[in-house]
Structures are given as C-alpha cells and as structure tokens.
T-cell receptor
C-alpha cells in the first residue's frame, strides 16, 4: 500500500522568498515520486519526477526536489518565488514496475504575495 | 503535438440523468487513466484502460460507473443515474506504450461535472 502526506494545505510566501512544500510518502515497494502543479480550472502539469536515478531532481520553472529515503520525504523547493508560481501543488507516489496507479496527496495551495 | 483532450469541459446534469465524459489521449499513447477530484481533495484513481481492455478498475464505484476505450475513438467514462455526490472534476491521463517501466502520465484539462 502507498500513501502521501502533504503538510500544510496552504503555504504563503512573498515574491522572491524561498518556496518549500513538504511531502512524505509511505510505500511497501521502491517508489517513484512525482510533483504536479495545477492552475485554476486546468489539468495537472508534471513538474518533476524521481525514478531511482539521482536523488536530487530538477524540474521545470526552477523547481527541484530531493528524495530522502531515510526520511521518506520528497520536498519541493524553489529558491525564489514568482507571482506566477501561485497554484495548487500535488505530490504523488507510485510503484516502480509496470503499471502502478498514482496515489496523490491532498495538495498544497501556494500563495505568493508581492 | 496536441495534449490530452477532454470534453466537455463543463457538464451539468440533474439527478438521475446520465453523464458521458470523453478523453482523447495524446498521439502515440495507448494507455488511459481516469481520476476523480472531489472538492478540496487530491485526485483518486478510478480506472486504467488500454485499447479494448480494462486493466485495473479497482478505484471505480461498483455501481453506476463504467469505462471503455474502444479500438477507434476516445475513451468514455459513463456515469448512470447521477447523484449530487458525483459532482467533481474528472481527469483523464495518458501514457505511451512502454513495457517494463512505469511511465509518466500526462493529464488533460478535466471535465467538471455538476449534478443539480
């Protein structure tokens, strides 16, 4: 069984500040991990994914995430927030062989103030 | 290269009516997945299909819901006799045929179903 916990349903930062969105996972098999972003009334866009290669994963729009097995975490960071980063962010986990359904967290809404 | 397409984008139904949601996967993709997003919640897996086959429907409600992905045409998620609790955003995702690995799923814009 797999699950994802996203701490903080809302995170507020100022423009230019560090963004940190937390994700902890539980998985009985080696996991693949994903971060997706959802803008209002739109579908999900893949930001980045971890597939057991490098533990530090770089994604689009300046985001990156680090897989820490000892902490069962996959936190998403960005050094400097931009107004356009305001959106809902979802962390997801799947297994690493064949088809494995994505199991999503409940999401974190990022608010960016000027 | 067009992305995953879903239609309609918004659908309003009265209780007891049927809802049909369509999904056209990305070109070259033969795997389709349906997820449901209830208000203020994350996405929940419903069903995984390949052409003419349902591979995993472990997330589908036992009654009123069905899905198909015919040889020709889009994948259809069908909800019969809708109830207010079916109001949600329904997302379709697709991935290419690639055996032996878990591939990235690309999501469509979703269909927002409102049941009056």
């Amino acid at each position: 069984a797999q699950s994802v916990t996203q701490l903080g349903s809302h995170v507020s930062v100022s423009e230019g500040a560090l963004v940190l969105l937390r994700c902890n996972y539980s998985s009985s098999v080696p996991p693949y991990l994903f971060w997706y972003v959802q803008y209002p009334n739109q579908g999900l866009q893949l930001l980045l994914k971890y597939t057991s290669a490098a533990t530090l994963v770089k994604g689009i729009n300046g985001f990156e995430a680090e897989f820490k097995k000892s902490e069962t975490s996959f936190h998403l960071t960005k050094p400097s927030a931009h107004m356009s980063d305001a959106a809902e962010y979802f962390c997801a986990v799947s297994g690493n062989t064949g088809f494995q359904k994505l199991v999503f967290g409940t999401g974190t809404r990022l608010l960016v103030s000027p | 290269n067009a992305g995953v397409m879903q239609n309609p984008r918004h659908l309003v139904r009265r209780r007891g009516q049927e809802a049909r949601l369509r999904c056209s996967p990305m070109k070259g993709h033969s795997h389709v997945y349906w997820y449901r997003q209830l208000p203020e919640e994350g996405l929940k897996f419903m069903v995984y299909l390949q052409k003419e086959n349902i591979i995993d429907e472990s997330g589908m409600p036992k009654e009123r819901f069905s899905a198909e992905f015919p040889k020709e045409g889009p994948s259809i998620l069908r909800i019969q006799q809708v109830v207010r609790g079916d109001s949600a955003a329904y997302f379709c995702a697709s991935s290419p045929l690639r055996t032996g690995s878990t591939d990235t799923q690309y999501f469509g814009p979703g269909t927002r179903l409102t049941v009056l």
